[in-house]
């Protein structure tokens, strides 16, 4: 990590990078950043402004932890999740329009609270900027509670982390005392949360509205700028693969083949995925005859032959021991020169990143931890995790695309066909 700042030179980088961030807004007539519901819900920046806003977070997150000090700084703030959780429940943001204000008495009516228990979930809420009290007793919406009330990806993402991920963080601690070093997915604190034998993945597959939550919460993650195909398609070295045939391992309903075939005209793709998964799959009209789909359980083996098998946010869901099953049954396809494409997290090297940048990654790695175990590794874990499914995999690089969340780690079959 860089040498600490002091305030001065801290609160100096915030004021030169919110310069130049607000300079473009300016020169380019687009709305400041603002609290007012009339905001935009996103604006994508330049690369070059996106840098200064993050050396503008990044700075003003150290200055904050300076001035808490190292007690106050240890304390977990406010949770914001309770307020959020409660105002996605109880459709709280739906329950006025955005160009109108309301009453605490008129919301509880709607929302069929106690005007008490609407009065402290609100005004907690807006200690967080959602909604506001222009005089006493009625409140307006916000630039975040009018995404609140107009994105319903947004709350299907709010559900799943206050209804699955959250409850699982809080048993962690308890699942590891339980179950020392498990990998098993029903090992973990959601099994203690929901009081179950069966892993996440299990119970909410067989509760339709969990997993509808959960898969338009991932289609929201999915669709942020940072989890762009682009990328996939920009960094990964195609070479003859741009003309060959390429195994969307856990493909679910196609989206990221169809953005590959429309990108590389001469690619086929194959889609595995659950039989229940890839139901109701369209191929559509301009990629028609080079996207196929087949039921298949990853932890079966694979006998689709093909040069690039592309596993995209699929093995950080689980423990080393079942990913180096989900490898290891591709071994049986693969011909000499097949290359594996792994496209998730890489956590950064420890001192690599600021805190502010490396807290999301390590917040995912204890989340993903308390769901069923799954793990988040870093370059290094992924290596030994090839070389302990076959030695005959060469690792051959760790892409890292600046702007991206995902990293690409490119590895190599070497062994005989299908041997």
């Not at 919110?18 to 009339?38: C, D, G, I, Q």
């Not at 609100?122 to 509670?145: C, D, K, M, N």
């Not at 982390?161 to 090992?187: C, F, H, Y």
């Amino acid at each position: 990590m860089a040498t600490p700042k002091t305030l001065t030179e801290l609160s100096a980088l915030i004021h030169e990078h919110t310069t130049k961030v607000e300079a473009y807004y300016t020169t380019h007539n687009l709305p400041a950043p603002s609290f007012h519901p009339s905001t935009p819900l996103k604006t994508v920046l330049p690369s070059d402004i996106e840098t200064s806003r993050q050396i503008v977070l990044e700075a003003m997150d150290e200055l904050t932890a300076l001035m808490l000090g190292p007690v106050e700084c240890l304390i977990p703030p406010p949770n914001a999740w309770i307020c959020v959780t409660a105002l996605q429940r109880f459709g709280i943001a739906k329950s006025f329009p955005i160009t109108e204000s309301s009453t605490f008495g008129e919301i509880a009516q709607k929302c069929s609270i106690s005007e008490s228990d609407t009065r402290r979930i609100v005004r907690q809420a807006i200690a967080f900027y959602i909604f506001t009290e222009p005089s006493p007793g009625v409140i307006a919406h916000t630039a975040a509670s009018k995404a609140l009330a107009q994105l319903p990806a947004v709350g299907a993402f709010i559900d799943f982390i206050a209804g699955e991920m959250l409850p699982a963080s809080t048993r962690l601690v308890d699942a590891m005392q339980k179950w020392p070093g498990s990998e098993e997915p029903n090992e973990a604190g959601f099994a203690l949360s929901e009081g179950t034998d069966f892993a996440m993945m299990e119970v909410v597959t067989r509760d339709p509205k969990r997993a509808q939550c959960i898969g338009t919460a991932m289609t929201f993650l999915h669709s942020r700028p940072e989890y762009d195909v682009k990328y996939l398609l920009d960094t990964f070295p195609w070479d003859n693969a741009a003309r060959g045939v390429l195994v969307d391992v856990g493909g679910a309903k196609g989206d990221v083949a169809v953005d590959i075939c429309r990108a590389l005209p001469d690619v086929k793709c194959v889609v595995l995925d659950k039989p229940e998964v890839i139901s109701g799959a369209v191929v559509p009209d301009d990629v028609a005859g080079r996207i196929e789909f087949r039921g298949h359980d990853f932890f079966e083996k694979c006998d689709v032959r093909a040069d690039v098998y592309l596993l995209r946010h699929v093995l950080h869901d689980w423990s080393d021991k079942y990913a180096a099953k989900i490898l290891g049954n591709l071994v049986p396809s693969l011909r000499t020169g097949a290359r594996i494409c792994v496209m998730d997290m890489c956590l950064p090297a420890p001192g690599s990143v600021s805190p502010f940048r490396g807290r999301v990654a390590r917040n995912s790695v204890l989340y993903m931890k308390g769901i069923q175990n799954a793990k988040e590794r870093d370059e290094e874990d992924f290596r030994q995790l090839f070389e302990s499914v076959d030695s005959r995999f060469r690792f051959d690089e760790v892409i890292k695309p600046e702007g991206s969340a995902l990293a690409l780690i490119c590895v190599t079959w070497m062994g005989e066909n299908g041997v």
